[in-house]
Structure formats: structure tokens, C-alpha cells
């Protein structure tokens, strides 16, 4: 069965750190293109950071410097290591993975950053 389920999201003083992990099972997990997404209440999905099957990473501005998108193919996992946590990185976050031509989401986790 091919999927994604994300696992780590919870809630967060301002300026914590989570990680948060996603695991893949039903794909050659090493050939695809993995991907953070996230969700606020009210806003559109947007893309946090990504990682290319030979490793390279990209970051939306608002997170570079604060979170590290890393994977491990031998375990099927990606995973976002976030720090310096803010009210605005408060939302559902999404693992998406793209490779020929397919596409797949897992289901979210939430992450909520509050004192």
C-alpha cells in the first residue's frame, strides 16, 4: 500500500523545537522527491521545504535558518527538524511525495506554537 503518515506535530512554547517525521512505505522511496507543506487555519497550503532524491534542499524564506528537511533512505523517512518556533509556523503539516508523474500526501499532523 503506498502511503505517507506523518508523525511529531504537538504543541509548542514560542522559540521550542519539534521534528517532525515522515514515513513512506510502497514506494522506491529513494527515486522520489520529498516535500513539508503546511496549512494555517484560513490560508492556503504552502510549501516549507524540500528534498530532492540526491539530497538537495530548498526552504519558503520564512522557515531558512529555523528548520532542516533531512531524509533517510535506507529508513523511508523524511523528516523536519524546526526550531526557533513561532505563532506563525502554527498550521497542519503536510509530507508530500512527487516522482513519475505521481503525487502523494499523507494525512498532516498539527503543530500548534503557544505559550
Known amino acids: 500500500q503506498v502511503q505517507l503518515v506523518e508523525s511529531g506535530g504537538g504543541l509548542v512554547q514560542p522559540g521550542g523545537s519539534l521534528r517532525l517525521s515522515c514515513a513512506a512505505s510502497?514506494?522506491?522511496?529513494?527515486?522520489?522527491?520529498m516535500a513539508w507543506y503546511r496549512q494555517a487555519p484560513g490560508k492556503q497550503r504552502e510549501l516549507v521545504a524540500s528534498?530532492?532524491?540526491?539530497?538537495?534542499?530548498t526552504y519558503t524564506e520564512s522557515v531558512k535558518g529555523r528548520f532542516t528537511i533531512s531524509r533517510d533512505n535506507a529508513k523511508f523517512t523524511v523528516s523536519l527538524q524546526m526550531g526557533g518556533l513561532k505563532a506563525e509556523d502554527t498550521a497542519v503539516y503536510y509530507c508530500?511525495?512527487?516522482?513519475?508523474?505521481?503525487?502523494?500526501w499523507g494525512q498532516g499532523t498539527q503543530v500548534i506554537v503557544s505559550s
Open positions: 510502497g514506494i522506491i522511496f529513494s527515486i522520489w522527491h
Open positions: 508530500q511525495g512527487t516522482a513519475l508523474r505521481q503525487e502523494i
Open positions: 528534498i530532492s532524491s540526491g539530497g538537495m534542499t
